[in-house]
T-cell receptor, first 113, second 115 residues
Framework: KQEVTQIPAALSVPEGENLVLNCSFT??????LQWFRQDPGKGLTSLLL?????REQTSGRLNASLDKSSGRSTLYIAASQPGDSATYLC????????????FGKGTLLTVNP | DTGVSQDPRHKITKRGQNVTFRCDPI?????LYWYRQTLGQGPEFLTY????????KSRLLSDRFSAERPKGSFSTLEIQRTEQGDSAMYLC?????????????FGPGTRLTVT
């Protein structure tokens, strides 16, 4: 059974700081890994998807890396802004045909002005 | 492209009542997933469809829950005889299985409160 862990559970930083969120998973037979953002009471917004054959993906100030063999991914946020405050979730589908996602509990990020 | 939509956004019901939620996926997507999220937790898989066929159901989906996707377009999730433990955010996602990445796109969710 796939288990996904995210550390830290919560993080508070001053505006402008660079930060790293961590995600680990127990079964390395993943098809890809997705990072999502969730604002309070809202749905999920996909931020980045990394295929299992890739090492990293970048979108604007966000960079996600994947080390499949060690079961780890990181989400790097550069020059954080108060608007980045949200919960960040990582999710993985196991290889196979259903691609159902297993999620971590998320990291609650607060960026203080 | 209007993205994934869900209706209603919020539902308050009394214990024992039946409720039905609707999800409209991105129009060309052939996969549709339902997840449930409780406070402080990540979403958990409930069931998924490929076109109109329901291919897998989680053990979380008791026999009070039923989902359909007639004609492979929108989907409905019905909960019969609601219980307080059913209070959660119900999320729908869709993807295109023919695409190489199988990226899932989520809707805004339906928040259910059972009183």
């Amino acid at each position: 059974k796939q288990e996904v862990t995210q550390i830290p559970a919560a993080l508070s930083v001053p505006e402008g700081e660079n930060l790293v969120l961590n995600c680990s998973f127990t079964d390395s037979a993943i098809y890809n890994l997705q990072w999502f953002r969730q604002d309070p009471g809202k749905g999920l917004t996909s931020l980045l998807l990394i295929q299992s054959s890739q090492r990293e993906q970048t979108s604007g100030r966000l960079n996600a890396s994947l080390d499949k063999s060690s079961g780890r991914s990181t989400l790097y946020i550069a020059a954080s802004q108060p608007g980045d405050s949200a919960t960040y979730l990582c999710a993985v589908p196991l290889g196979g045909s259903n691609y159902k996602l297993t999620f971590g509990k998320g990291t609650l990020l607060t960026v203080n002005p | 492209d209007t993205g994934v939509s869900q209706d209603p956004r919020h539902k308050i019901t009394k214990r024992g009542q039946n409720v039905t939620f609707r999800c409209d996926p991105i129009s060309e997507h052939n996969r549709l997933y339902w997840y449930r999220q409780t406070l402080g937790q990540g979403p958990e898989f409930l069931t998924y469809f490929q076109n109109e066929a329901q291919l897998e159901k989680s053990r979380l989906l008791s026999d009070r829950f039923s989902a359909e996707r007639p004609k492979g377009s929108f989907s409905t999730l019905e909960i019969q005889r609601t219980e307080q433990g059913d209070s959660a955010m119900y999320l729908c996602a869709s993807s295109l299985v023919l695409a190489g990445d199988h990226e899932q796109y989520f809707g805004p969710g339906t928040r259910l409160t059972v009183t």
